[in-house]
């Protein structure tokens, strides 16, 4: 037994209510990461916002996008923020991030950036949407990729290594400095009480 073409009791067909629930999953996760106080969780949040965009793409009928944006921005993207965040963050640094004090213009800001966003949305003339979902071929991608751009491909994937090796230089702790955040070391709270 298959399932009926709307949802029972709303009226609206399937399709309508999954991108809903994903258009939930990624404007919520996005809010959180600005929103967290903890930096750490910030970075999962966003992972939570790279999933509902995949399942979006996967909705859309673009099966490559999906996989793409699960293998590139859930995996590497996301893990590699996170490996940034915990070599470079400071064992005597504050552990949760500090509000400014312009909070009141930020939410100015992104205040007109919505109604911008609405006048725009609401005064375009937009074509009426295709009832079918035309897929994509992986093919036609991958040959296009892996063809004629392949070079750059190569030099985005050089570009990125070098970044990684940069940061982790200069995130690496120098043996001849002295640790004067240490508990108990030089220059610390603990010494001078």
């Known amino acids: 037994m298959g399932l009926p073409e709307t949802v029972p009791y709303l009226d609206w067909r399937w399709d309508d209510l999954v991108f809903l629930a994903l258009a939930g999953v990624l404007l919520g996760g996005a809010l959180l990461v600005v929103l967290a106080r903890d930096i750490i969780r910030s970075g999962l949040w966003l992972v939570l ?9 996967a909705l859309l009928g673009s099966p490559f996008m999906a996989v793409a ?27 949760r991030l500090v509000f400014q004090r312009q909070w009141w213009a930020g939410a100015i800001a992104a205040a007109v950036l ?4 609405l006048l725009a949305i609401l005064l375009t003339t937009w074509p009426l949407a295709e ?34 090796i940069g940061g982790l230089y200069l995130a690496r702790r120098d043996p001849d400095m002295p640790e004067t955040n ?8 603990e010494e001078s009480a």
């Open 49 to 57: 916002s790279f999933a509902g965009l995949a399942g979006i793409y």
């Open 131 to 164: 009832t079918e979902i035309i897929p994509q071929a992986a093919r036609d991608i991958a040959r296009l990729l892996f063809g004629e751009n392949l070079f750059a491909f190569e030099a985005v994937g050089v570009l990125l290594l070098a970044a990684v």
């Open 69 to 95: 944006q699960v293998l590139v921005y859930m995996g590497a993207i996301s893990v590699l923020i996170l490996f940034a965040i915990m070599i470079t963050q400071s064992k005597a640094g504050p552990a």
């Open 182 to 189: 240490r508990a108990g070391g030089p220059g610390s709270d």
């Open 114 to 117: 919505v109604l911008l966003m």
